[in-house]
């Protein structure tokens, strides 16, 4: 099956800072969707990108999917932006999932 | 609702009894998804819905596991004789299309602990 992994798997920013968060994957896709896990378990959807540049104020994400990644940028991070976030990704060669990668845990400190 | 809700939000269960987890898809979503987290960990696979039909039930861990889906909306996952390592996590998302190219959305998820 697809192998999806992400990069870096733990980060400490101090809050202001920005970040970039990468997603590989290991044949193509037909979908993609960046998450954040809150504190409380929450997965909350941050984009739905198999292709091409989204913003959505200060996050924003990009996939290449001839390259096979895809980048989630964060600026001027907030304490509330801490969690985990994950890369998902539905295959071409199947209709039933998302696979998704370890994760990114974040901290924002002050 | 606007949402996808699950239930019950916590769950504690003695080793060996049988327990249902309940999931309420968003309205209109054909497709529906169970995962399972354990502590720390990522997201695995369990089942995905097309309707009411199941055609991939690969992530099923045993034949302790199954779910079921009624009238196309809420889908049921039973775990039967429970045992400590099914103590995760339960996940449930729907979305919109037939197939995995459309966006899921994820409920809040069942807290399962076996004690």
Same mark, same amino acid.
Request: overall charge neutral; glycine content about 24%; proline content about 0%.
């Given at each position: 099956g697809i192998q999806v992994e992400q990069s870096p798997p733990d980060l400490i920013l101090q809050e202001g800072a920005n970040s970039t968060l990468r997603c590989n994957f290991s044949d193509s896709v037909n979908n993609l969707q960046w998450f954040h896990q809150n504190p409380w378990g929450q997965l909350i959807n941050l984009f739905y990108i198999p292709s091409g540049t989204k913003q959505n104020g200060r996050l924003s994400a990009t996939t290449v999917a001839t390259e096979r990644y895809s980048l989630l940028y964060i600026s001027s991070s907030q304490t509330t932006d801490s969690g985990v976030y994950f890369c998902a990704v539905g295959d /071409?060669? /199947?209709?039933s999932k998302l696979t998704f990668g370890t994760g990114t845990r974040l901290q924002v400190t002050l | 609702g606007a949402g996808v809700s699950q239930s019950p939000s916590n769950k504690v269960t003695e080793k060996g009894k049988d327990v249902e987890l309940r999931c309420d898809p968003i309205s209109g979503h054909t497709a529906l998804y169970w995962y399972r987290q354990s502590l720390g960990q990522g997201l695995e696979f369990l089942i995905y819905f097309q309707g009411n039909s199941a055609p991939d039930k690969s992530g099923l861990p045993s034949d302790r596991f199954s779910a079921e889906r009624t009238g196309g909306s809420v889908s049921t996952l039973t775990i039967q004789r429970t045992q400590q390592e099914d103590s995760a996590v339960y996940l449930c998302a729907s979305s919109l299309a037939g197939t995995i190219s459309g966006e899921a959305f994820f409920g809040q998820g069942t807290r399962l602990t076996v004690v």
């Open positions: /071409t060669g /199947t209709a | -």
